[in-house]
Nanobody, 119 residues
Framework: VQLQASGGGLVQAGGSLRLSCVASRTILSTFTSADWGWYRQAPGKQRELVASVSNNGRMNYTDSVKGRFTMSKDNAKRSVYLQMNSLKPEDTAVYYC???????????WGQGTLVTVSS
């Protein structure tokens, strides 16, 4: 099972991007039972959780992205998405998704997708 994130790129400040992440070859019950999150890691910084959706649908966002980022999930496609609007240079990072269950990550992190926001 792999996680494949896509949708990153170079965008000017104030622009938008939509990230996608698919958990290929994972069974539906594994996907739906997990809490899913989008994470990012900027150069020289630790990976941080920016958005999450619990297995019962509760959303959470870190303060720095509230009102700008929206996470969604499509169980049938085994996919999670991150709509990013009003992007800022400080949003520049490699973005990853992963699922958690019982406090453990379910998947290897994969390559992530690079988002670069120019000022």
């Amino acid at each position: 099972v792999q996680l494949q994130a896509s949708g990153g790129g170079l965008v000017q400040a104030g622009g938008s991007l939509r990230l996608s992440c698919v958990a290929s070859r994972t069974i539906l019950s594994t996907f739906t039972s997990a809490d899913w999150g989008w994470y990012r890691q900027a150069p020289g910084k630790q990976r941080e959780l920016v958005a999450s959706v619990s297995n019962n649908g509760r959303m959470n966002y870190t303060d720095s992205v509230k009102g700008r980022f929206t996470m969604s999930k499509d169980n049938a496609k085994r996919s999670v998405y991150l709509q990013m609007n009003s992007l800022k240079p400080e949003d520049t990072a490699v973005y990853y998704c992963n699922g958690r269950r019982g406090g453990y990550y379910l998947y290897n992190w994969g390559q992530g997708t690079l988002v670069t926001v120019s000022s």
